[in-house]
């Protein structure tokens, strides 16, 4: 199966009727975030399944996917990305030398196309598995400076996609331990006017706090609850006990 064919299978299961759902849940109309993005109406099991079948694709072949006006197809190539990111990041090849280079030409490619991520569907399924999952690995391309250089750019670009990628990379850094990075993407984006990015930066807050440490979630509240966009602090403290979270609501 190559892009070409996979773009084709994928036209042919064309449904207009799940489509146009898909069109409000993504606020694809006018004057929405989402405006201008085009539609197949598949499924996201629809599409795994395709990526399950093209486990072989060259990767060079990926950019004709993720070039596509349809968002599916441009899921399809993120996700083909993210399996086969995954399968050079086991643990026996973390540090081996072939792995690492091809690991790095994967990121180096999704950030090439990074604009092509352009709703919080297909930000969400991949950076985190990707680049958030490259942050905690060896890499040729440069140090943990380095890494947060490329995510310090993502941070500081108008566009508010790789703003979200900046923040929700660090549900994976979070999930093997270093509070760091969400930390640090968290103060960045706290006074964001859009309330994607409040609902981004609460749950990335709330999932650092669940695996990392509650008291280091405690001591952030501590210091910027105050500020904190309502929606935001909300989607922090969610799993906290009813009485906590009514404290943290107060403070503002």
């Known amino acids: 199966m190559n892009a070409r ?27 929405e975030y989402g405006y201008g993005d085009e539609f197949l109406g598949l499924k996201v099991p629809q599409t795994r399944e395709v990526v399950k079948h093209a486990w072989d694709l060259p990767l060079n072949e ?25 399968k050079q990041a086991k643990k026996r090849l973390e540090n081996h030398a072939e792995a690492i280079a091809k690991r790095d030409e994967i990121v180096m490619m999704y950030l090439q196309y990074a604009e092509q991520a352009n709703n919080w569907d297909l930000v969400d399924l991949s950076v985190p598995k990707i680049l958030g999952h490259w942050l905690l690995l060896p890499t040729n391309l440069g140090d943990r400076e380095y890494k947060m250089k490329v ?26 331990g270093d509070p760091s990075w969400c930390l640090r993407y968290a103060e960045i984006h706290l006074h964001h ?5 409040h609902k981004a930066v609460g749950w990335m807050l709330r999932e650092m706090g669940k695996r990392v440490s509650m008291d280091l979630l405690r001591d952030f509240l501590r210091q910027h609850a105050h500020e904190m966009p309502r929606t935001m602090l909300r989607y922090a403290i969610e799993k906290m006990p009813e009485q906590e979270r009514k404290m943290w609501m107060n403070i503002r």
């Open 62 to 86: 990926v950019p004709e996917l993720l070039m596509s006006r349809w968002h599916e197809v441009r899921l399809c190539g993120f996700l083909i990305l993210v399996d086969k990111f995954e």
């Open 193 to 197: 006017p859009h309330d994607l990015m």
């Open 5 to 31: 064919e996979i773009i084709e299978y994928m036209e042919s299961l064309h449904n207009e009727e799940q489509r146009q759902v898909l069109m409000r849940f993504f606020k694809a109309g006018v004057g």
């Open 151 to 176: 995510l310090d750019e993502l941070a500081a670009r108008p566009c508010l996609w790789k703003q979200r990628m900046s923040i929700v990379c660090s549900w994976k850094t979070s999930q093997q």
